[in-house]
């Protein structure tokens, strides 16, 4: 069975919403991949 990881991910400007989740990548790796698939307007940060 492959590593799994639970995440805590937070944006800059939205102080009062954070995204948990859970996936077998690096957390900094699918932080990176969010960002980009997302309409976010700042990029994700691993708490």
Do not use: H
Request: proline share 2%; no cysteine.
């Amino acid at each position: 069975m492959s590593e799994q990881y639970i995440y805590i991910l937070s944006l800059s400007n939205q102080i009062d919403l954070i995204k948990v989740g859970q996936t077998s990548k690096n957390p900094f790796i699918r932080a990176n991949e969010l960002s980009k698939q997302t309409a976010a307007t700042n990029e994700y940060t691993v708490e």
